[in-house]
Nanobody, 121 residues
Framework: QVQLVESGGGSVQPGGSLRLSCVAS????????MSWYRQAPGKQRELVAS????????NYADSVKGRFTISRDNAINTVYLQMHSLKPDDTAVYFCNAQRWFLGQRLSDSWGQGTQVTVSS
C-alpha cells in the first residue's frame, strides 16, 4: 500500500491557522481518492475532507466547511489541508488517507501515522 507521511500539526490559539501536508511514497494517480480524517480523545474517527484524483470534486464535513480547504498536487504526490479560524473542537490527531478505486471498487486503503493539532488558549 501507499506510504503516507503527515506533517504541519502543532499548537495554536483559537482563530489561528495551520496547513497540514501529506506526502505519498509513490506516484498518486487520478484513481486515488485522498482524504483527511481526525480523531479526538473519546470520539470516533471522522471524515474532515476529501478530494478526487483529478481535483474536480471536494467534500467537507459541515463542521469545517468554509474554514478548511483540501487540495492536492499529484506532481509531487502531496495533499494539503489548509485550516483557518481554528476552534478548540478542532483539536484532534489528523490522519491522511488514500484510497485507490477502479470501476466502483476500492482496491486499497492506506493511512498515515497522524499529526497532532491542538487549539487552545
Amino acid at each position: 500500500q501507499v506510504q503516507l507521511v503527515e506533517s504541519g500539526g502543532g499548537s495554536v490559539q483559537p482563530g489561528g491557522s495551520l496547513r497540514l501536508s501529506c506526502v505519498a511514497s509513490e506516484i498518486v494517480f487520478n484513481s486515488n481518492l485522498m482524504s483527511w480524517y481526525r480523531q479526538a480523545p473519546g470520539k470516533q474517527r471522522e471524515l474532515v475532507a476529501s478530494i478526487t484524483g483529478d481535483s474536480t470534486s471536494t467534500n467537507y464535513a459541515d463542521s469545517v466547511k468554509g474554514r478548511f480547504t483540501i487540495s492536492r498536487d499529484n506532481a509531487i504526490n502531496t495533499v494539503y489541508l489548509q485550516m483557518h479560524s481554528l476552534k478548540p473542537d478542532d483539536t484532534a490527531v489528523y490522519f491522511c488517507n488514500a484510497q485507490r478505486w477502479f470501476l466502483g471498487q476500492r482496491l486499497s486503503d492506506s493511512w498515515g501515522q497522524g499529526t497532532q493539532v491542538t487549539v487552545s488558549s
